[in-house]
């Protein structure tokens, strides 16, 4: 999955930050092309591997080590809904544990 033609720099915490900063204000369907077949899931955390997967073009890994272990980085993702007040929330609670 992983690809030598990366958009940001994979050991640069700064390059991965400045990537993600691109998705803002868009849907994940937006900023990129995703595969057809994809199922509209709405399990909580789902989102996450997606943007790893197909935005950042690389596996989620299956242990606790950062998700960018060359940039000592983890990506964390929620999603955001459009409150009554025009202002944007996120959709749910982000809960940020175990970080060194």
Known sequence: MESG???YNKESADSI????LRLTGKSLAEAIEL???LENLKDRGK???LIERYYFNQRPPSDHNPDFPEAGVELKVTGVIKHKS???VAKERLVLTKIN
């Open 47 to 49: 989102l996450g591997t």
């Open 35 to 37: 595969p057809e077949n």
């Open 86 to 88: 025009g202002k944007f």
């Open 17 to 20: 930050y400045s990537y993600a």
């Open 5 to 7: 033609n990366l958009e």
